[in-house]
């Protein structure tokens, strides 16, 4: 399984910003899906995760009620939709999928990862 994040950019503290993984093929829908990101000088660190079919979401607490994930298991697709950013949400953001079908922020539990997408949020 190959994943493409995409979606990246500068935007300003407060505003919005959504990402895409697209992933290269169909069995990407029986997989738990997540959200990771990594900061200069900062291990990489836990956003989101949703479950194969989506019925289920985890987040880590700093992202809860900003941050939404979701998927397309048609388009082969899952989603970061980030609302209210901050400085602090300045990382390379990763998408992943894991060994599973449910939702965990274990980082040992993904085995494809994407090459990252940059979001840069200004004060």
């Known amino acids: 399984v190959q994943l493409q994040a995409s979606g990246g950019g500068l935007v300003q503290a407060g505003g919005s910003l959504r990402l895409s993984c697209a992933a290269s093929?169909?069995?990407?829908?029986?997989?738990?899906m997540g959200w990771f990101r990594q900061a200069p000088g900062k291990e990489r660190e836990f956003v989101a995760s949703i479950s194969w079919r989506g019925q289920s979401t985890d987040y880590a607490d700093s992202m809860k009620g900003r941050f939404t994930i979701s998927r397309d298991n048609a388009k082969n697709t899952v989603y970061l939709q980030m609302n209210s950013v901050k400085p602090e949400d300045t990382a390379v953001y990763y998408c992943a999928a894991a060994r599973g079908a449910w939702t965990t922020s274990d980082k040992s539990a993904y085995q494809y990862w994407g090459r990252g997408t940059q979001v840069t949020v200004s004060s």
């Open positions: 093929r169909r069995t990407f829908s029986n997989n738990g």
